[in-house]
């Protein structure tokens, strides 16, 4: 009964507007941490990332804000706030990531860090492909289902370069002794797998909100 006065009430849909910005900055800093990790213009793309993240800061205030002071919502006010959050997370973890590389003054990445950035990059581009079809989720339940399996499996590939990531670097520097550029890889890594297991939290959220409203 509440899901169909919801539906023959008038809902806010500057929200989608908002959610398409958000996706925008979250796929320009990806292509940016891709490009980064390949060793291309390392210092003006970790300022396009912190910009971009900046940007996407100011959209999430909005949503929030606007979560406030909207009457009807498209879907669950909580939803929503998730949804943003889990988006913003995402661009935080590839700001965290540019301060870690320029703390350590890093400028070579290793082949399976290329790799992990190439798999951002698409874990990015399906997000910001389901992010419009939020806006009608009866007609879109199909393909917005199958980007959230993508986007598990995407992930699931990212586990595996990970641990083969650790696993090489040990091989590198255990031998050696250099326990700083272990660590150094290490964290990079880590920070890497969790810009793609943020993007899962997104998928997640999608999920449940399909399951909630189709």
């Known amino acids: 009964m509440l899901n169909l006065f919801r539906k023959m009430l008038p809902r ?4 989608f507007d908002m959610f398409a910005a958000h ?3 979250v796929v320009g800093a ?6 980064l ?3 291309t213009n390392i210092e003006s793309n970790g300022d396009r990332i912190i910009a971009l993240e900046d940007e996407a800061d100011d959209i999430t205030r ?3 804000l606007a979560v406030r002071r909207s009457f009807i919502t498209p879907f669950d006010r909580g939803d929503i706030k998730d949804l943003i959050q889990s988006m913003d997370d995402a661009i935080d973890m590839m700001h965290k990531t540019v301060k870690t590389v320029r703390l350590y003054e890093q400028t070579s990445f290793d082949p399976i860090m290329q ?3 190439t798999v951002i990059v698409q874990a990015a581009h399906l997000i910001a492909e389901a992010i419009p079809l939020l806006d009608k989720l009866g007609a879109n339940v199909q393909r917005l289902t199958a980007i959230a399996e993508q986007v598990t499996k995407v992930e699931g590939h990212s586990d595996e370069l ?4 650790l696993k090489e670097l040990y091989r590198r520097h255990g031998a050696t002794g250099n326990a700083m550029a272990y660590m150094i890889g290490a964290e990079i890594y880590g920070e890497l797998e969790k810009v793609v297991d943020r993007f899962e939290d997104v998928a997640n959220e999608i999920s449940g909100i399909l399951i909630e409203n189709v």
Do not use: H
């Open 115 to 117: 790799e992990m950035g």
């Open 37 to 39: 990790l390949a060793g």
């Open 62 to 64: 909005d949503v929030l």
């Open 12 to 15: 806010e849909d500057r929200f």
């Open 23 to 25: 996706a925008r900055t």
């Open 30 to 35: 990806a292509e940016a941490l891709g490009e």
């Open 162 to 165: 990970y641990n083969q990531g």
